[in-house]
């Protein structure tokens, strides 16, 4: 084990000690924005409730209590363009903390790749197979992806060793 690991809590050496105010300012302000425009007065106060739940409790709250907003908002019918500006929004705040890392323009890049990826195959699915396969598909592959990474972590900050146990020939 190394250093990284301190108190339960393991840091990446990619992520600064706090993001910028200005990145969640401008991130909170594209979110409002982008739901707005999406939506109206109600995508508004949608984007405002995201903002405040983001503040409180983070990144991934926000992401999904936003998904479930949109949810609500488009209850009547999906118009593909307000809802790809929707998630632009909540792109913003996806990748508003990635702006405080070390490398910036690496993480957000990353980032846009892979939800670009994973919205493709989510999307691919969607359109050639029944909501239930596309489901177990985008699930799939989003579990599949979210492994990956947990094992590059694991190897980038040196918690896995290279050892492999001697084997008994009898």
């Known amino acids: 084990m190394s250093d990284a690991a301190t108190g339960g809590r393991i840091e990446s050496t990619l ?7 200005w990145s969640t300012a401008v991130g909170t302000i594209a979110l409002v924005a982008a739901f707005g425009a999406a939506a109206g007065p109600s995508g ?16 991934p709250s926000a992401i999904a209590v936003g ?5 609500v908002l488009f209850s009547g019918g999906v118009d593909p363009i307000a809802f790809a500006t929707a998630e632009v929004g909540l792109l913003a705040v996806l990748a508003a903390p990635l702006l405080g890392t070390r490398a910036p323009l690496r993480a957000v890049a990353g980032t846009l790749l892979a939800v670009a990826v994973l919205g493709g195959i989510g999307l691919l699915a969607a359109v050639s197979l029944p909501p239930w396969q596309a489901a177990a598909v985008t699930i799939g592959a989003v579990g599949l992806a979210s492994y990956g990474l947990y094992r590059y972590g694991l190897v980038s900050l040196g918690l896995v060793d290279d050892d492999t146990p001697p084997t008994t020939d009898e």
Do not use: N
């Not at 992520?15 to 105010?21: K, L, T, Y």
């Not at 949608?46 to 503040?55: E, N, P, R």
């Not at 998904?67 to 949810?71: D, G, I, K, R, S």
């Open 67 to 71: 998904h479930v907003l949109l949810l």
């Open 15 to 21: 992520v600064a000690e706090q993001s910028s105010p």
């Open 44 to 59: 508004v106060g949608a984007g405002v409730a995201t903002a405040l739940l983001w503040y409180g409790f983070g990144t």
